[in-house]
Structures are given as structure tokens and as C-alpha cells.
């Protein structure tokens, strides 16, 4: 079996730890990791981790991963505009591949049109926009819906990694 | 067998990653753990995350753990003036329970003396200070000797937390 991939959608001003915690983590089972952007280079979180940009968001092909991770923060504001990111965001879905969403994350999944009728979890302040775009929001630390795992914040990564983990048959 | 329970001694101005992510990290596994600190109340990383103190430095005994992990950034330079930090180091040492430090979490082990003649690595500014206390530096990204897993920086945590995951033999 290829070694897994996975793929990380982000921008600047990320939430530092829900991009790097799950970066780390997917690192530590040998799954090679992709960061794509907008732009090239680097993006900065909010709490100023630089993290290199390794795939040009136009550049993405999606058949080569195994996962799409969306952290939150502010970057989601600035990626759910990208026609591309939604695009990719749709295909997972099309296929059925895990998608994982934290905090903010879901705004991307809400712009992509793709969360009505689905249950999940979101940052506490995204809630009413996901309620209205049909979503079943639950105030919980992790939430699987099929090929769907979201979690609220930080403090949800122990269970949202969990998830992921299993969702990969890693655990 | 009793849940484990891992402690993880640090102070204000740590290394964000370097304490946040073993953290989550043993928490997925369900792994309890404590932060000790001189101070009460909470401690703040250089990136500006706080964290909860969970146990008063003076009230550790250290029996209760599985694992002793000593992130770095600025804090190990407080760290390493407490007298009860060094002997928790020690008692550690003493029955062979796996110590994990990282970056300039190694100071605290020079300070209680524990390094002479052991197999580690460290921050690189770090590394000239070890070497004069007799450890046996290696510039690699994880390095294990007997109870003892040491690595340089964050970008060393995916390899450092599956060094510590085996020797929990959690993997």
C-alpha cells in the first residue's frame, strides 16, 4: 500500500495549534502532508507560527490524498472566497473521503455547499451561520457524520485526532 | 492497569508546540496529565498560549507518574533553579521512568547533574553547555537512550512523540 497523503487548506492567520497539532500528528504515522495556500511561500498563524506553503492551491490535485484538513482561525474568511478550495472541498465529499473540520474550518464547508442536512460542530460563534445553512450543529467535542469529522476548538484536538485517526484506520 | 498519567514541568515563556502538542498528544491516548509549575493560576508560551497549572511544583509526588516531559523555549531557564524540579528529575531517573525532553528542556537534566555519559540531543545553543556536562551530543532529531528520549526543536515532534508513544508502548 502508497503511504498515505494528506491535505491542509489554509491561509494567514491561522489557528496555530489547529494547524500544527494535526500536521505533527499526521507526520508521527508517516503520512506525508501537504500545506496549500493561496500564496506561495509561507502563511502565519495568529500566534505567528510560519508554516511553509508546500502546494500552490491552484496546483492541488485531490485524487492523490487521503484526508482533507481544514483548520480555523481567521484563514477560512479568506479561503472559503477561493473557488478551488470549494471545488476540492466538494470532491472529497463526491467521493466520500474524510474531511476534517475544526473551529472556523467549517466556514469553507458552508460557502462549498455542502453541510445541510449534516450533523457537526463548529466554533461556537459559526454556529448560527451553519444552523442557517441547514447543518445539524451540536455543542460537542467531536463529530463524526460519515466522512465528516468537525470539532469546535482548540481543546477538542485530543478527540478531533482521535477521530481522525480512526477515520484512517490508524487506530 | 490504572490510567497512566504523564507530568510535564514547565514555566512562563515555553516553547508553544513544544508544550501544546505532547499535551493534546496524551490526551488522545487518554493519558491524564498534569503541568507543574512554580506559579499557580496559569503560564503563558512565547506565542502567547496559556495553559492551566494543574499542580503546584511543591506538591508533585512523583510516584504518580508514568512519564516525566521537559518542553523548552524560555522556561527551563526558571525551571532548572528549583530544587524540587531537579529531584523530580532525579527520582525519575533513579527508577528508570522515561524522561522526555526537548529543545532547551535538557538544561533542567545538566542542572540536576543526570547527563554525564548519556546519549542525547538538545537545542543547538544548547548544545555546548551538554557537552561540557558530559552528555554525548548527537545533532539528529530524536535520540533515545535507555529511559531517556531527547530532541532539538518543534520540527523534531512528530519523531519525538513516537519515540515517546513506543516507550509508553502505546505503539
Known amino acids: ?5 494528506a491535505l491542509i487548506i489554509s491561509a494567514d ?13 499526521l507526520k508521527e ?16 498563524g495568529k500566534h505567528g507560527y510560519e508554516v511553509a506553503v508546500t502546494k500552490s492551491l491552484k496546483d492541488v490535485t485531490p485524487e492523490a490524498y487521503d484526508i482533507l484538513i481544514l483548520p480555523g482561525g481567521k484563514a477560512p474568511e ?20 474524510p474531511v476534517a473540520a475544526i473551529c472556523h474550518g467549517g466556514q ?16 461556537r460563534s459559526v454556529a448560527p451561520e451553519m444552523n442557517e445553512a441547514g447543518a445539524l450543529y451540536e455543542d460537542t467535542e467531536v463529530v463524526v ?4 469529522i468537525s470539532s469546535r476548538q482548540p481543546s477538542d ?7 481522525i485517526m ?3 484506520k490508524l487506530r
Open 1 to 5: 500500500m502508497a503511504a498515505m497523503k
Open 108 to 123: 469553507t464547508l458552508i460557502s462549498a455547499g455542502l453541510v445541510r442536512g449534516r450533523k457537526m460542530t463548529c466554533y
Open 78 to 97: 479568506a479561503v472559503r472566497q477561493e473557488k478551488k478550495a470549494l471545488d476540492l472541498a466538494r470532491y472529497f465529499f463526491n467521493k466520500n473521503k
Open 13 to 25: 492567520n491561522f489557528e496555530d495549534t489547529e494547524l500544527l497539532v494535526p500536521y505533527y500528528r
Open 157 to 163: 484536538l485530543p478527540a478531533f485526532m482521535r477521530e
Open 29 to 44: 504515522e508517516g503520512i506525508e502532508v501537504d500545506i496549500a495556500s493561496m500564496q506561495t511561500g509561507s502563511i502565519r
Open 166 to 168: 480512526k477515520i484512517l
Open 145 to 148: 457524520d460519515n466522512n465528516l
